[in-house]
């Protein structure tokens, strides 16, 4: 079964390793280089944040996903 981090990973391109997290290309705006930055908090919640400025719900919006994405399910 995949996590909800797979399932983001298949939306985004050039995704790679960096430091305790992840890169990517930004997809709400014309990214040539990665500038999105992927990392899971403490809570595994799905932290998102596009250096260039983008709002996460702009991100959010690109990769056809919403807030509630981001947090894992409890039980």
């Given at each position: 079964?995949?996590?909800?981090?797979d399932e983001i990973f298949?939306?985004?391109?050039?995704v790679s390793r960096s430091g305790g997290g992840w890169?990517?290309?930004?997809?709400h705006h014309g990214d040539k280089e990665p500038s999105l930055s992927i990392?899971?908090?403490?809570?595994g919640r799905i932290?998102?944040?596009c250096h260039a400025g983008c709002p996460t719900e702009g991100v959010l919006q690109a990769l056809n996903?919403?807030?509630?994405?981001?947090?894992?399910?409890?039980?």
């Amino acid at each position: 079964m995949e996590t909800k981090i797979d399932e983001i990973f298949l939306r985004l391109n050039k995704v790679s390793r960096s430091g305790g997290g992840w890169t990517a290309l930004c997809p709400h705006h014309g990214d040539k280089e990665p500038s999105l930055s992927i990392n899971v908090g403490d809570d595994g919640r799905i932290l998102l944040y596009c250096h260039a400025g983008c709002p996460t719900e702009g991100v959010l919006q690109a990769l056809n996903m919403t807030f509630r994405d981001l947090f894992t399910k409890r039980r």
